[in-house]
């Protein structure tokens, strides 16, 4: 079978990767793919938001399976187009992407099921918003754009001022254009975060093993939001219990509600959860694998994902046998350009890699990088995703930064204290 693997970030290079050790799978072509799925597949020149170019030339290749990973081509509907010509794809269709294409949908559709989430408001007019927000008592609160704003949309608010000035921007200054018609203002949430993903085929639920992604630029959480600085897995806060409680009170409820609204939901489901004393809460859903989430669950994962993504996509999940995980835990480093996540220049050749990839249990994932003739150089603010298993977290830990030590570009930066949180939960 050829696969086709749509996108050219970390979480592509994964899939591809995974997908060419699969004894079903024949060639994995990536559109438009980077220098690292150059090396473990074919990469094909059409932008991952071209529709129309994608289903040609799935047709024309005789594509056995498309894989769609970047959020914005599935809420666009590129699942629906898929399915039309009778091409299989895992990835949700445009309604049922909504869960991530709008957060006022995902809340709404939260309410209505009883799903445990920040207490939330939805406002369609800056004025309404503003004096909802003037009316509270000073506090913390959330302000988040309704649509895809590229992880940008989302404003953590230390006080009421800060709110009004987060409303400013998206609903007067329109900062993320129609992605800010409607937003959402909710309470601010303690714990600590932790994503769950799932695979469903609309009815059969399949959770994955836990990780923990690392959003914050800078060491121990602080600086901006960012796309993601590095995950681990497994995410030893969450028990066996908590898993149970999850499963029933957010996967199960969420999956049901889709059906129930006649948007039944085939693909990935990633619940981003803030873990309060209260239990679990549920910050957003994305319709995707994460990145850089997808890194480390995929390097553990040893369950042929072929198998798995074609039974979602030919709704026979049921028939799947459990999944089997390698028990060792892994840790993705994330390698960023200078400047991220704010301007950042491309173009920088990247030294090392061979070095770097020889360090036992190491998988260099390419995120932001392109070929210039032979020679690997940066084309993103996240530029690689350096991928380790240990024997334990501390030593997937070390064999990661080892691998990273290798590498060198000018302006080259990392976090380091990836999975550091791990440690306080001793397992
Ligand atoms: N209610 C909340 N309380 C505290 N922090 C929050 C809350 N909602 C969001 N956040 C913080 O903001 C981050 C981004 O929010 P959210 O996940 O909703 O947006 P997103 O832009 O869709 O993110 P992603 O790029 O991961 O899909 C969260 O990871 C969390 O750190
Ligand atoms: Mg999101």
């Not at 769950?196 to 992604?213: F, K, N, R």
């Not at 030919?314 to 835990?329: K, N, T, Y």
Request: with cysteine; glycine share 10%; aromatic share 6%.
């Amino acid at each position: 079978m050829k696969v086709l693997v749509v996108g050219q970030g970390g979480r592509e290079h994964a899939l591809v990767w995974k997908l060419a050790q699969s004894p079903l799978v024949t060639q994995v072509f990536c559109a438009p793919g980077n220098a690292g799925t150059a090396g473990d597949g074919v990469n094909v020149d059409i932008s991952a938001t071209n529709v129309e170019g994608l289903v040609k030339f799935a047709k024309a290749e005789s594509i056995g399976l498309t894989v769609i990973g970047p959020e914005a081509t599935l809420v666009a509907g590129a699942a629906d187009a898929f399915e039309k010509e009778g091409l299989l794809v895992f990835g949700p269709t445009r309604t049922a992407a909504e869960l991530e294409g709008s957060k006022v949908f995902a809340k709404d559709v939260m309410r209505q099921s009883a799903i445990p989430t920040a207490a939330s408001q939805t406002f369609g007019s800056a004025e309404a918003a503003e004096a909802y927000i003037a009316d509270r008592e000073e506090t913390r609160l959330v302000v988040k754009a309704d649509g895809l704003a590229a992880g940008k949309g989302v404003s953590v608010c230390a006080n009421k001022a800060e709110a009004l000035e987060a409303v400013r921007r998206i609903m007067r200054m329109h900062e993320f254009g129609d992605a800010g018609k409607r937003i959402v203002v909710e309470e601010h949430l303690d714990g600590e975060e932790v994503s769950i993903l799932a695979i469903t085929d609309g009815s059969t639920i399949v959770p994955l093993e836990t990780s923990q992604d690392h959003k914050a630029a800078f060491d121990e959480d602080r600086g901006p939001n960012t796309g993601g600085m590095g995950a681990y897995s497994p995410a030893p806060l969450i028990t066996p219990e908590m898993m149970d409680q999850i499963i029933a009170q957010i996967l199960v409820p969420s999956i049901d509600a889709m059906k129930k609204r006649n948007r039944p939901f085939k693909g990935v489901l990633y619940a981003g959860l803030m873990m309060t004393h209260q239990g679990p809460k549920v910050l957003e859903f994305n319709v995707r694998f994460g990145d850089p989430e997808a890194q480390p669950l995929l390097m553990r994962l040893k369950t042929d994902l072929a198998q798995v993504l074609l039974s979602v996509a030919e709704g026979r999940l049921s028939e799947l046998p459990s999944l089997v995980w390698d028990p060792r835990p892994s840790v993705c480093v994330v390698m960023a350009a200078a400047g991220y996540p704010g301007e950042y220049e491309k173009g920088a050749m990247i030294r090392g890699l061979e070095e770097a990839s020889r360090v036992p249990n190491v998988k260099v994932f390419h995120a932001g990088t392109t070929l210039r003739g032979q020679q690997v150089v940066t084309n993103g603010g996240r530029v690689l995703g350096v991928t380790a298993l240990g024997d334990n977290i501390g030593d997937a830990k070390l064999r990661a930064y080892q691998a990273v030590k290798c590498i060198r570009w000018d302006g080259a930066w990392c976090r380091h204290d990836i999975s550091d949180k791990a440690r306080r939960h001793p397992t």
